[in-house]
C-alpha cells in the first residue's frame, strides 16, 4: 500500500440523534449553499452514526444535503408513525418500512452499494447476532474486502436501529442495532481511522464534528431514586429503554467532544447547541411535527450562520480532500488493485 501524507487531513463526524438529524442536514445544507459544491469535497473522511450515518452516506454519494433536508421535512411525520405496539411492550412503536421505502428511492440510494460512495465513509453499527460493535467501511484499505458489497439501505437501516423506537434490521443473516449505543459522536472512530488505515500524523488531523441539539439527560431529585422502573420510566414502564438510551447517546456526545478537543488541540470543531427548556419541549428523537422542524430549523440557521462567518471555521470550506483510493469495487482506482494485490 503506497503511504499518502497530506499536510492537512480533514474528517467530518455526523452524531446520531434521530429526527433532530435534521438540524444537521439543514446546516450540511447551508454550507453546500456557501461553497457551491459537494460538502464531501472538502473532507477526506466521513463518518456518521444512527442518522448521522444516513447523512453520511448520502453526502459520500454526492446526494444533495438539501434533498435530505426536504426528506425529511416532507416525510418526517410518516417515518415516525406509531403504530399499535401495545405501549411499545409487543414490538417497536414505529415501523422501519417508511424509511426503508423512502431510502429506497432511486434519486436517493435506490440498490446503491457502498462500493458505489465517492468519498471515504464508515458508519457504526453493533452486530446484535455476534454481540460485537461493527464499522461498515468503504474499501478505502486493502483489508477492506466485503463492506462494499452491501446496499446502502442496508446499512442505513442497521445505523439506526434505535432501541425502543425501531424493530432491530437484518441482512447478510446477522441482525443490527443502532450504533449510537457506543458511538454516536463517531468523530473518535474516525480520528482512529485517520491515524491507523489512512497513516495520517495526529497532526495533520483536522476535524468537523456536527451534533443533533442532543438533549442533557439529568437526574430529578425529587423523584423516586431506587432504581425501578418507575424511577426511569415513571408511569409508564416502556419509557425506561428510551430514557436510558437518551441518556447514553447525551453521555457519549459530551465524552466524545472532551476527548477530542485533547487529541486534536486547535483541530476540532464541534457544533451543537443546547437546547433551552422551551425548545427542549418541542424537540426529541421522534418528534417531528410542525414546532420541532421550526425549532430544528431554525437553531440549524443560527448555527451556520455564526460559523461561517468565525476566521478559525475557514479553512475547512478551503480545503481539498485528496482524490480517494478505493481498492475493491466499482470506484476501485487501478492502483489500489495493484497495491492491494502486492500487499
Known sequence: MVESKQERFQILALSGGGFRGLYTAKILADLEEEIGAPIATRFDLIAGTSIGGILALAIASRIPAKTMVDLFVEHGEEIFKRRFSLMGMLRAPYSAKPLQSLLSAPSLFGQRTLGDCKHPVLIPAINYSSGQPQVFKTSHHPSFKRDHQFRLVDIALATSAAPAYFPRHTFNNNQYVDGGL?????????????????????????????????????????????????????????????????????????????????????????????????????????????????????????????????????PFLAHRSSPPQFFYGPNATQGSRENAETE
Open 182 to 314: 457506543y458511538a454516536n459522536a463517531p468523530g473518535l472512530l474516525a480520528d482512529h481511522e485517520a491515524q491507523t488505515f489512512f497513516r495520517q500524523p495526529s497532526e495533520t488531523v483536522h476535524l468537523l464534528s456536527i451534533g443533533t441539539m442532543s438533549s442533557k439527560f439529568t437526574a430529578n431529585p425529587g423523584r423516586n431514586r431506587d432504581g425501578g422502573t418507575y424511577d426511569w420510566g415513571g408511569i409508564n414502564p416502556t419509557n425506561t429503554p428510551k430514557r436510558l438510551f437518551g441518556l447514553s447517546i447525551s453521555v457519549l456526545e459530551s465524552l466524545s467532544d472532551f476527548m477530542l478537543r485533547h487529541r486534536l488541540p486547535g483541530r476540532y470543531i464541534h457544533i451543537d447547541e443546547t437546547l433551552t427548556d422551551e425548545r427542549a419541549s418541542a424537540v426529541a428523537l421522534d418528534k417531528a411535527d410542525r414546532p420541532a422542524k421550526e425549532a430544528l430549523l431554525g437553531a440549524a440557521s443560527e448555527q451556520s450562520k455564526f460559523w461561517l462567518g468565525k476566521d478559525e471555521f475557514q
